[in-house]
């Protein structure tokens, strides 16, 4: 007896979104032309971490930054950012100033000093 293939027009997708402490990922069955919006809803997902706020944490898919009315296809993975603590660029600048004091990196190129 063979088993047929159930068709669907349903989309699967992930909604992700981790904290140092807890990560989830919860899928949820869509219909199409649905936005990222709208899957972020009924994943369920707010309920669980009432932190995320959707006017400020920026959303992606794979990776890939997106906006809320983008719509999704199937199997696509919608994950929610967490805002950065620090600019990365304004901490690179610290730490290489930093080196450059204790001697560590050359004061006009910031690359390492040769060991004598």
């Known amino acids: 007896m063979e088993s047929e293939a159930v068709l669907t027009d349903k989309l699967q ?6 904290t140092p402490l807890s990560q989830k990922i919860l899928v949820v069955m869509m ?8 899957t ?3 994943s ?17 898919i794979w990776n890939r930054t997106a906006k809320l009315s ?16 620090a600019d990365p660029k304004e901490v690179r600048k610290r730490r290489a100033e930093k080196a450059k004091e204790e001697g560590r990196a050359n004061k006009i190129t910031g690359g390492r000093v040769k060991p004598l």
């Open 13 to 18: 997708i992930e909604v992700v979104f981790g």
């Open 40 to 42: 972020i809803q009924a």
């Open 70 to 85: 983008d719509t999704v296809v199937d199997l696509d993975r919608i994950e929610i950012y967490r805002p950065l603590i």
């Open 31 to 38: 219909d199409e032309g649905s936005t990222i919006e709208q």
């Open 44 to 60: 369920g997902i707010l309920s669980v971490f009432p932190e995320i706020d959707l006017s400020v944490n920026k959303v992606g």
